[in-house]
């Protein structure tokens, strides 16, 4: 029987609590409850907002509180978490260097929802190996700061797909997943993330995964194998200002897609990430 949306948060409410600094049920009775990050939770980027069925919490910076807590005062939770709201979070946050990025959702399954693959070609590699056989470049879900193992699958000796696992918190590990771009549409995502959800489950963890309402391949993906969304998180990162990229993927097999807006009223500010290099 998979996870209830009540059971999701359960699991994961120790770790919302710990990130946000305070525990979610404390928030008031406003839609979105702003409030000064505590000096235990300092950290260099300042922010974090947790979205849980119709309730939002964010807690900030001491700089920030009243600012934010003016900006988005008119805000419904599904206006604050979007784009808009990561918008106009980062016209506070910008002055200080710091944009805000979400938002994000957040998938956990334990043994009881993950539904995984019966299929042997995944090879387990050490951090070591990942660091050896993957470009960064092309692997960036992949290397987060202390990746514990990794799921692969090589054709013809190149390295096409990629799972690696990193620690969320002691009962929590989290996913992170690539494809090559030839390789795309094949399944290998789904088999490579099967591969690493049962070695999670196999040290009594509970799976953690992250994705974007604008990645149709990976929330398929994630819900493919049985991981159920929990909340969505936003969350400070260094500037400059990052947005999304289109949506990725396709309603179904065979459908052409067309931008809505003509070229001429594409945004031209927006920057390529090589810029960023």
């Known amino acids: ?54 309730k939002g919490v964010i807690t900030t910076r001491s700089e920030w509180l009243n600012p934010l807590k003016r900006s988005i005062a008119d805000l419904s939770v599904d206006q604050l978490f979007s784009i808009f709201g990561a918008y106009e979070l980062s016209r506070i946050t910008l002055s200080d260097r710091i944009s805000v990025w979400g ?16 299929d042997e070609r995944p090879v387990q590699l050490e951090a070591d190996e990942i660091a050896q056989h993957a470009d960064p470049d092309l692997f ?19 390295l096409v797909a990629l799972a690696s696992v990193s620690p969320v918190s002691d009962d929590m590990w989290e996913i992170g997943m690539d494809v090559i771009p030839e390789a795309k549409e094949r399944g290998l995502g789904r088999v490579v993330v099967s591969a690493a959800g049962q070695w999670i489950l196999a040290h009594s963890r509970l799976i953690y995964a992250t994705t974007a309402a604008w990645n149709i391949p990976s929330a398929r993906l994630l819900r493919s194998v049985g991981l159920k969304y929990a909340a969505s998180i936003m969350t400070g990162i260094a500037s400059p200002f990052r947005v999304p990229p289109q949506p990725l993927g396709r309603p179904r097999e065979g459908i052409e897609i067309y931008n809505y807006y003509p070229n001429w009223a594409m945004n031209k500010e927006i920057l390529s990430a090589g810029d960023l290099d």
Do not use: K
């Not at 938002?103 to 019966?118: C, I, M, R, T």
């Not at 960036?140 to 699958?153: K, S, T």
């Open 103 to 118: 938002p994000s959702w957040v998938l956990v399954g334990d043994s009881g929802s993950f539904q995984p693959l019966n």
């Open 140 to 158: 960036w879900h992949c290397f987060p700061d202390q990746p514990m193992a990794g799921f692969a699958i090589f054709e013809a000796g190149q």
């Open 1 to 54: 029987m998979g996870l209830s949306n009540s059971c999701c948060f359960c699991l994961l409410q120790p770790w919302l609590d710990h990130q946000l600094g305070i525990s979610i049920n404390s928030a008031d009775a406003d839609p979105v409850s702003v409030y000064s990050t505590p000096p235990r939770q300092q950290d260099q980027y300042g922010l974090w907002a947790v979205r849980v069925g119709e």
